[in-house]
């Protein structure tokens, strides 16, 4: 039996930005995909258990959601599950410096969306079920990069399974097995935290409204989620020192809701019940380069940066984005969509935005890591002065959105 499949192009990783990929390049040429992942094809069904939520959640940005509008897939996610914000709080703890968003600031009903991830991949593959071009390989995970010359790419599957093709994408994550098999080299750093992520049932209805405290030991986000028949839920993401983690994962429920109660300084009210705690380290990593010969990185293959903004799933979009239409405007040319200048601008549309959130991330943290009383002082006057200005918290809206931005690819426009 041949077990040998030639596509024009493979991508290694089905999720969140593998399959946004796969699904704008099928909008946009007639090429022939390989979509392969380690987990079975997502099926997410609209729920009618409201206090069932996944772990991990992602905070779209308003190109985030155009992208996936444009793409087919929004409609889908809204009949599952969406949770809108228009408001944003965030607060120093350890002073009196606040600054609040508001989307009218923009001219916007929302400064953005709460998604669970599932209900995202599910909504995207049930998209790509409409294109024959793209073949499925779940359950199939990455084994071997056979070859990556200037002739083809060759992959090999644990299944036994070989693909070949013109280009093969790495969207299999932070620790992407096809980006260390090519040898791209990788700038990493420790930020020295790790972050907990959990579902939360509050007393207060979080009106709409995403909340920032920047502790001590590093930022706590709480992100709202749907709410009915006055039950309310919102998803946090608490990063701190591993130490602080680990003891907040092994306390009893009822104390750590106490800690987070008196972290979030109750501005919900009681918390009443947590799902599973979930922990993950945090590492800053940079790929030296977004491509080798036939093997290009899109998403945290290439880059991951601290999650205190949520904007790491946002820049992986739109990576996908960008690289579906530059190999787009390549086959419009009559050009070689694999070529190493085609990946060249890919990377060179991507990398400055990318390592600019990088920098931008690095540099709250940093901030409002260090409790010296001068500094301390300093940046809570700085947060007072920004919330006096409306011109200011406008720019940094709309940065921070993306709104109306030239650069963005049209797909996300």
């Known amino acids: 039996m041949n077990n040998t499949n030639t596509t024009d192009i493979i991508i290694i990783g089905g999720g969140l930005v593998g399959a946004t990929l796969a699904l704008a390049l099928a909008k946009t040429t007639s090429l022939s995909i390989a979509l392969v992942d380690a987990s079975p094809i997502p099926i997410r069904t609209p ?34 599950r969406v949770q809108p914000f228009n408001h944003m709080m965030v607060w120093d703890a350890e002073g009196t410096g606040q600054v609040s968003f508001d989307a009218n600031l923009v001219q916007q009903q929302q400064l953005g969306y709460i998604v669970e991830n599932s209900v995202i991949v599910s909504a995207l593959h049930q998209q790509l079920n409409q294109y024959n071009r793209i073949k499925l390989f779940p359950n199939s995970p990455f084994s071997e990069l056979l070859e990556n010359s200037a002739e083809q790419v060759v992959i090999k599957l644990e299944t036994g399974t070989q693909l070949t093709a013109k280009l093969a ?17 990788l700038s990493e750093q420790d930020y020295r935290h790790h972050a907990l992520v959990s579902t939360i049932k509050t007393e207060h209805y979080h009106k709409d409204t995403a909340y920032q405290a920047f502790l001590s030991s ?29 003891h907040l994962k092994s306390i009893t429920e009822k104390t750590f809701l106490n800690e987070l109660y008196a972290a979030t ?21 940079h790929a030296q380069s977004y491509h080798d010969d036939r093997v290009v990185l899109i998403g945290d293959a290439g880059h991951t940066i601290h999650p205190l903004a949520g904007q790491g799933v946002n820049l992986g979009l739109l990576d996908a984005a ?52 001068a500094l301390r002082v ?23 959105m993306l709104i109306d931005n030239d650069q963005l690819p049209e797909l996300a426009k």
């Open 218 to 246: 590093g930022p706590l986000a709480l992100l709202p989620l749907t709410s009915q028949q006055d039950q309310h839920f919102v998803s946090i993401v608490w990063s701190s020192f591993p130490e602080h983690i680990q």
């Open 169 to 185: 994408v790495a969207a299999d994550g932070a620790h992407s097995k096809l980006r260390n098999q090519a040898n791209i080299p």
């Open 47 to 80: 729920d009618t258990t409201i206090d069932v939520f996944d772990n991990r959640v992602s905070a779209l940005t308003h190109a985030s959601y155009k992208l996936l509008e444009n793409l087919g897939a929004w409609r889908t996610i809204q009949q599952a």
């Open 265 to 285: 300084e109750g501005c919900l009210g009681q918390l009443f019940s947590c799902s599973d705690r979930v922990s993950f380290p945090l590492k800053y990593r």
């Open 378 to 400: 300093l940046r809570n006057k700085g947060m007072k002065l920004v919330n006096s200005l409306s011109p200011l918290k406008q720019k940094l809206i709309q940065q921070a």
């Open 322 to 373: 960008v690289l579906a239409e530059e190999i787009q405007h390549a086959i419009q040319r009559g050009g070689n969509y694999s070529n190493p200048h085609i990946l060249e601008r890919y990377e060179r549309r991507r990398r400055g935005h990318n390592l600019l959130m990088a920098t931008a991330m690095q540099g709250f943290q940093e901030l409002f890591h260090h409790n010296n009383l």
